[in-house]
């Protein structure tokens, strides 16, 4: 059926506290929806896939947009932290560059101002820009319930295409990032089907750090988004760079391992063959950009 | 007499408003005691309507009537044909508007105290099809025994090429000279296919619009479209009424470009209207609006040109066809432009040329910016690009051995009226993008390599156009205008009343200005009244045709001239009207195609610098030069708005709006499915050289401009692609995934449409 123009009606609470929100959603079940910058709810609901009689803004709890950063203990993001001040944080510019860039590929400035890093990972799209960097990163999710607060590591947290393993009642107040490799260097790409707004028909993001105890004297991680119902790390392709010497070959070899990894899907956007011919595109672009501003290690000529 | 107006860069009327969001657009309107209607879409492209049962849409509370086939006095409409009903379904005054033949076609209509009430209804009407065999194929409609999707097809009186069996919708043809005996004469034969794609026009506003029986018992529609008295006479013709009794206005509207050309809700918002007797509002969503109008034809080209090795064209021939949907809209005169701009602009001694509209069950096509010279051109162009390559020439110093000037024949038989510039803009477009003239001829800027990034390759492409101003092939066009001059010694105002629509292409500016000019007063003496029949009875004619400015300006000098003289004679107020009718043209002679289709044309020619990532296929528009002959610039600002619009509107199509269809069902129906560039997408740079050779019959030396900026765009960046790739790419959009798989060799032949 045709979408209608306008939002239907719908109860809005601005929560204040996580035990408001614990009561609230056991009160309404699954007529109340969670809402952080509403950029993929509102539209849900206008299209009427969801039809909530509650929506519960959860941008105002206390530390939901606060970005903190310490040496020892990493990153820790709160959920309702927007793209923009993501990309623009100075710990964040620093240490997690590659969090930034993915932040700065979300749509538009304007879009970037109300879409947070929480709802884009617990909207569970499979071309979510910030969850190929959240899973080389080893982004832990901070998830809060009525049994109090626990962690999911971010391969665990997401079960397929617009599904978490949140469980009702529960909610994300903030995602977690440990200290990133020392001499470390990331490079998220994208490729949509306009310069912007559009969403990733391919992304890669790419982190490599010197490692002594990998033969090659490196290791690499590297996730694929959009091309298969969760995003893919591809262990092969790591194997490969942590045994080989870098350089255009070994690269080569591991974009080849990162295409027949994907298992991408045709439809409105984009076919099947081309998307997979991009995950070997971006992730050699993608690992001879991280070698390019890579430090070597200590010792090598 | 103050310093001239026309030719100054003045503000636009309508900034403010629009700016500040106190203009009202159709959607904004609202009236006490408003009800709300929502339109049941079929959702099926062919099927028998057997019966529609509205008992449950009726039960749910608020819901006020349900309006269906057997509700419509005189169900058809359509602007060249009434070949369309306005609500599918039996018990209909019209043989064959039970069937539906688009999934956009409307079925009911269900008026409600609120739109969510109406929307409740309309899940609710219970409709029994039966479903019938679909053709989605232009070829296969073409076979014979096909399914007839017109059986009863009534004979056009005024459109001869509707005339036509089956499902072919129009035919148009082109003989000039012996194209077989010819070839013998050619050096080079250039043959190839192309196939250009369907366009979805994505205007701001979608449909809205706001129905109710004014103060003096008039059905009274304001809504946006393109001309107001012509949505009158088929709005009254389907409800059987005198034009008189029906009145519509259009208040802003947001973008036209050709798709409100053709009615959407006008008949049904009228129809509610009239039978309820109380205003009647609808909103289309952008779903309903990509789904519920009319869009670009796509169409299929097979050509085979040839040249002499001194570059002189000897015979072009060219088979057109065109996929014109289930309803025949402004198909005929789309394919005219076609079957004029298909040989490009050169003159030719051998021409042969068969331009097939044919009906399916796709969306209907119809108008959008450029009215098929876009397709005709992209086919021509290509072929001169190639005819370049093969013959060794510079693309530049073929076309200035062909191009028409003013003496020449055009395919027609007949020169060009009001002064050729097609040497002149493409020789100012060439020079703007870098070419050089040397002892032995222009000669293109090189695209030097780049070793540091092997994979971005640059390249440089140009194209040429004419395209016509007007609707004419043998139509009379005609602008009405008035103007009231009032005060007592001096003139303290004067009021200009107009019917043309202001899409947003600022053509009340452009009429303030000209009516200005033409009484000697300052601009800010001149009131526009426009677009309304209660008060513009006559017609203005179309908001398309890149016309509006030509007709409108010589409508209004026509009328300040006579209101000065009764001035002068002491009336007060000094009131008077005119109609302006532009010098007569012919219908294509049915056999040759031979006449004078055209009374104006305008001249533009573009050079596109294009990037290729030819690992990612991205394309990156670094400049376009636009050289376009606008005769006189009334507004300069406003014109190179038009070349930046108009350029970006082209690359959406060249490179990325790719409507989906599948089975006759548009797939890509919302923006972020169906892609338009955004400000990212649109060219680096765009230079636009103003070119002002006047037309001696536009007032002011005016000619349209408003749709040549989209026509060269596409061909001059596929050969800008071919100058940094040595590939040709035959089939738009250039997605970033056709160019790869045209530069691994895989999948670079036209498909048939
Ligand atoms: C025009 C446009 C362009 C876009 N382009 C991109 C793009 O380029 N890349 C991209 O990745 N995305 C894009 N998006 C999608 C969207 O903007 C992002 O996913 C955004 O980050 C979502 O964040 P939000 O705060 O708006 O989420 P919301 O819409 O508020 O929430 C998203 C979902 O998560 C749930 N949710 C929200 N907060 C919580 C929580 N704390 N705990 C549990 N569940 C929660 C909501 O119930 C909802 O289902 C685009 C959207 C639009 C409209």
Redesign the interface.
């Known amino acids: 059926m045709l979408a209608r123009p306008g939002l239907v009606s719908f109860d809005y609470v601005r929560a204040r506290t996580p035990g408001e929100v614990v009561q609230l959603l056991a009160e309404h079940g699954a007529d109340a929806r969670l809402m952080m910058g509403g950029t993929d709810l509102l539209v849900r609901i206008r299209d009427g896939a969801v039809r909530p009689r509650l929506v519960v803004d959860l941008k105002h709890l206390p530390g939901m947009r606060d970005i903190l950063y310490q040496q020892q203990a990493g990153l820790t993001v709160g959920a309702a932290v927007t793209m923009n001040q993501l990309a623009r944080h100075p710990a964040v510019v620093a240490h997690y560059p590659l969090l930034a860039q993915a932040a700065n590929s979300v749509a538009s400035y304007p879009l970037r101002n109300r879409a947070t890093i929480g709802g884009n990972l617990c909207n569970a799209s499979p071309c979510a820009d910030t969850a190929p960097p959240s899973y080389v990163l080893a982004g832990r999710i901070v998830v809060h319930g009525s049994a109090g607060e626990q962690e999911v590591a971010i391969a665990d947290f997401f079960r397929g295409p617009g599904q978490t393993v949140l469980q009702p009642g529960q909610f994300v107040t903030a995602i977690r990032f440990p200290p990133s490799p020392a001499a470390a260097s990331g490079r998220y790409l994208k490729l949509g089907r306009n310069k912007a707004g559009d969403l990733a028909i391919v992304s890669v993001a790419v982190l490599g750090f010197p490692d002594a105890s990998a033969p090659s004297g490196y290791r690499f991680r590297i996730a694929l988004g959009a091309v298969a119902p969760v995003v893919l790390r591809v262990p092969a392709a790591e194997e490969w760079l942590a045994h080989h010497p870098p350089g255009a070959e070994t690269f080569a070899r591991a974009a080849d391992l990162a295409a027949a990894a994907a298992s991408p899907i045709d439809d409105v956007r984009a076919s099947a063959d081309y998307r997979r011919a991009m995950v070997r595109t971006l992730t050699r672009r993608g690992l001879n950009a991280v070698a390019d501003t890579i430090a070597a290690p200590t010792g090598s000529a | 007499m103050p310093e001239s107006i026309v030719g100054q860069s003045v503000g636009r009327v309508d900034a403010r408003a629009k700016v500040t969001g106190a203009a009202q657009f159709p959607g904004d309107l609202v009236l006490p005691g408003m009800l709300h209607g929502k339109i049941l879409?079929a959702g099926r492209p062919h099927a028998r309507v057997l019966g529609v049962d509205a008992a449950a849409a009726l039960a749910v509370p608020g819901v006020v009537a349900v309006l269906t086939a057997a509700d419509v006095p005189v169900n058809e409409y359509g602007l060249q044909t009434a070949d369309q009903p306005v609500l599918c379904g039996p018990g209909s005054s019209r043989p064959g508007a039970d069937v539906v033949r688009w999934e956009g076609d409307h079925v009911a209509v269900v008026v409600a105290e609120s739109?969510?009430a109406a929307?409740r209804g309309r899940?609710l009407v219970r409709v029994e099809y039966e479903g019938l065999p679909l053709l989605t194929d232009p070829f296969a409609a073409l076979e014979p025994g096909a399914l007839l999707l017109h059986p009863h097809k009534p004979a056009s009186e005024i459109h001869p090429e509707l005339n036509v069996p089956g499902n072919l919708l129009s035919h148009h043809q082109l003989r000039k000279g012996d194209v077989a005996a010819a070839w013998a004469e050619a050096d080079v034969i250039v043959e190839a296919e192309y196939r250009t794609p369907s366009q979805e026009h994505a205007y701001l506003q979608?449909e809205a619009g706001l129905a109710y029986i004014d103060e003096e018992g008039r059905v009274t529609v304001a809504v946006a479209g393109q001309w107001t008295w012509e949505d009158q006479r088929q709005i009254a013709h389907a409800l059987d009424v005198p034009p008189e009794a029906v009145r519509v206005i259009y208040p802003a509207i947001g973008g036209a470009f050709g798709g409100r050309e053709d009615m959407s809700l006008q008949i049904v918002l009228a129809l509610a209207a009239w039978k309820l007797r109380r205003p009647v509002k609808i909103?289309?969503?952008?779903?309903?609006s990509i789904?519920g109008h009319c869009k670009r034809h796509p169409m299929w080209f097979q050509c085979r040109w040839g040249a002499r090795r001194d570059g002189k064209l000897v015979a072009a021939q060219v088979r057109v066809v065109a996929d014109g949907g289930a309803y025949c809209y402004t198909t005929n005169k789309v394919l005219g432009n076609t079957t004029v701009t298909c040989t490009g602009p050169y003159e030719i001694p051998n021409v042969w040329v068969d331009v097939d509209g044919v009906y399916t069950n796709n969306p209907p096509f119809g108008a959008f910016r450029g009215f098929g010279a876009p397709q005709g051109i992209f086919a021509a162009e290509m072929q001169m690009n190639k005819l370049a390559r093969a013959l060794g020439m510079d693309p530049v110093e073929v076309r200035l051995k062909n191009l028409l000037r003013d003496e020449s024949l055009t395919a027609m038989g007949t020169p060009l009226p009001g002064g050729v510039s097609l040497v002149e803009v493409t020789a100012r477009c060439a020079e703007a993008a870098g070419w050089r003239k040397t002892l032995s001829g222009w000669a293109r800027p090189l695209c030097p390599p780049r070793p540091e990034t092997p994979h971005l390759r640059r390249g440089i492409g140009l194209a040429v156009a004419l395209k016509n101003i007007g609707f004419s092939f043998g139509y009379q066009e005609n602008c009405w205008a008035k103007i009231e001059l009032q005060g007592e010694r001096e003139i303290e105002r004067a009021t200009v009343y107009l019917g043309a629509a202001e899409v947003g292409q600022g053509s009340h500016t452009a009429i303030q200005q000209m009516a200005a000019e033409a009484l000697g007063l300052r601009r800010e003496y001149v009131q526009l009244v426009m677009s309304d029949t209660a008060t513009s009875p006559g017609s203005s004619g179309s908001v398309s045709a890149s016309r509006m400015t030509f007709m409108a300006g010589n409508a209004v000098r026509g009328a300040a001239e006579s209101a000065l003289r009764l001035w002068q004679a002491e009336e007060r107020p000094a009131v008077a009207e005119y109609v302006y009718l532009a010098p007569p043209t012919t219908p294509f002679d049915p056999e040759t195609g031979h006449g004078v289709p055209n009374f104006a044309y305008g001249y533009v020619a573009e050079a596109v610098e294009v990037e290729v990532d030819v690992?990612?296929g991205?394309l990156h528009l670094l400049r376009v030069v636009c050289a376009n002959d606008v005769g006189k610039a009334v507004n300069p600002r406003m014109v190179e708005g038009q070349i930046e619009g108009g350029i970006a509107q082209a690359v959406g199509w060249a490179v990325?709006e790719n409507l989906?269809t599948e089975g006759g069902r548009v797939?890509?129906d919302r923006l972020?499915?169906y892609?338009i560039?955004?400000?990212?997408?649109v060219p680096g740079q765009i230079d636009a050289v103003i070119v002002e050779h006047p037309d001696p019959r536009g007032p002011w030396g005016v000619r349209g401009m408003g749709e040549m900026p989209f026509i060269p765009l596409a061909p001059a960046l596929v050969a800008a692609v071919h100058d940094a790739t040595g590939i040709w790419f035959d089939e738009l959009p250039l997605?970033?995934?056709r160019i790869?798989?045209g530069l691994t060799g895989k999948g670079t032949e036209t498909r048939r449409p």
Do not use: G, H, N, Y
Request: hydrophobic share 35%; aromatic share 6%.
């Open positions: 879409f739109a969510e929307a899940d979608p909103i289309w969503s952008r779903q309903e789904v690992e990612t991205e990325m989906v797939r890509s972020s499915t892609l560039p955004s400000a990212l997408d997605t970033p995934e790869v798989s």
